[in-house]
């Protein structure tokens, strides 16, 4: 079968001329929550059908609509349709905050809104637009229909149904869409990203990942934000089932489908990290002491394994002793694949293959943990600028520390310790803001990513920090937070973690502790132990990166304190608004 838009669509959705052809009858989508288990044939007569109704409520080509909405296959629905039909999309997740999304919708110039539910349409509806759509099944009150033109996901492909498509000519310097930005300060910038940029990541990502066809994919970030999304792409290009699930129903999902792929961020692998340990915290004693002493001697046994082999960025020794080191270890090791490690791999089911790790570093200790018990994690870098991803590790190659080397067609260069891109993936700029652009993405095409790095030898990326993010302290030390901030997380008493000292005389600690230390007399004590051990045994440590202040906060950053972005970064400027005195107050003793 082949599609109309086949011949002149060159495009991001050009590309379903080949999937029905390679995939057809092949289950392309299981979303239980959306009440969706489709074939690709299935799937793109659904978008094709939605692509129908919105040209029958008039959307041409460069127009633009505004998707809200959170993880669903409707989303992917939504978004393929409007990208059909030649039209740009502005995304966005639908809990963010009121204003942020009025923002963006009169920001990015849309004409329509597409909306996760009707709470979200309610805050947006008294906005000058032509149409509406809710993803949700919710029933729409007449009145609101009618006055503020709302329509509901059904209604759409219903009258999607009644009208023809008119095929449109897009090309790959097209725009597809605005991706607006969970920066960690300021108002979003929209990131405008063309069809052949998104078209660039799919094509990249084939000889790094080489999934296969048939298995099953974990979807449990939100759709809009472009890692994600791109990474959605792939999976489908590639006729990999994609299976949505969201956080209370992650573990269970796991056990339901088995999936042999996930993609995630390092708060995910934390998460899954942490329910391992608490399970293995309840095991008698006995048995506790057996399985930390196989963890324990098999990620000694891994780390040497890694300098051997050349797998690691940080050299520790020379390779004979530590070959001996690792022969001694290796019986234990093995003992531990026996008895442990099977059953600890089956906290993300009986068919686990290969995670996917973006959207910030992967800690240390994970590394350890899923490398120890037999779990391949390819960790990518990018950004929402590069559509994102610029360099990317191999299951053969998973150079440990690294992020990886640049993905195909990607070049890298290190310009006074700062990264810099140029590819087929980085972004056209920002919307309606030449200055912005100007700053970051030069007339020959190199993106300033604002991240600091360094390159090996044989052109993998090592990341060291961000530039906008260095602690100046008062002696004129320069230090990077983020390396001593994942070290310390490897703290099991610490939960999250923020450096400050910025124009101080050293640094200091703004910490919430594990849920489990709640309460415990000897927090302070513990907590400096740790800070003291962990900072100061690090290799190449440096007498001003001592920590000697720190103050303790009770509830966690969340994204829905405003404190994290939807991606698990920490907002800095924001937890210094809510907690500098805090600061303050420990600088002055």
Known sequence: MTTATENIDKGLTGIWGNLLKDYSGQTAILDRYSGFELTYKELYRLIRCFASGLQALGLKKNEHVSLFSENSSKWFIADQAILMCGAINAVRGSQS??????????????????AEDLDTTDKLKDCSLDFIICLSEEEIPREISRE??????????????????HPVRIDKQDLATIVYTSGTTGKPKGVMLTHGNLLSQITSFIQPLGLSAGKKALNILPTWHVYERTCEYYILSRGVTMVYTNVPNFRG??????????????????????????????????RKKIVNFVLKTGQFYVKKRRIITDMCTEKKGDKLSNFIKSCLAYPFYKAGEKLVYGKLRSALGNSFKLGISGGGLLAGHLEDFYETIGINIIVGYGLTESSPVLTMRRPGYNLRNSAGKPVSGTEIRIREGVVYARGPQVMKGYYKDEKATNEVLFSDGWLNTGDLGWLTPGNDLVLTGRKKDLIVLS????????????????SPYIYQVMLVGQDRAHLGALIVPTPDMAGNPELHKILKKELKEHIQNRANFRPFERIQCFRVIEEPFSADNGLLTRTMKVKKTEVYKKYGHLADEMFRQ
């Not at 905050?97 to 597409?114: N, T, V």
């Not at 503020?148 to 498509?165: M, R, T």
């Not at 792929?261 to 608490?278: D, K, Q, S």
């Open 148 to 165: 503020y033109k709302v329509y509901g996901f059904k209604e759409i492909v219903s009258l999607g149904e009644k009208h023809a498509f």
């Open 97 to 114: 905050p009121a204003d942020e999304l009025l923002y963006i919708l009169g920001h990015s110039d849309s004409k329509g809104l597409i």
């Open 253 to 286: 999902d796991i056990k339901r489908y088995n999936p042999e792929y996930l993609v995630a961020v390092p708060r995910i692998w934390e998460a899954v990290y942490e329910g391992v340990h608490a399970e293995i915290k309840k095991l008698p004693f006995l």
């Open 475 to 490: 002696s004129g030390e320069n230090i990077e937070p983020q390396p001593l901030e994942h070290i310390l997380l490897k």
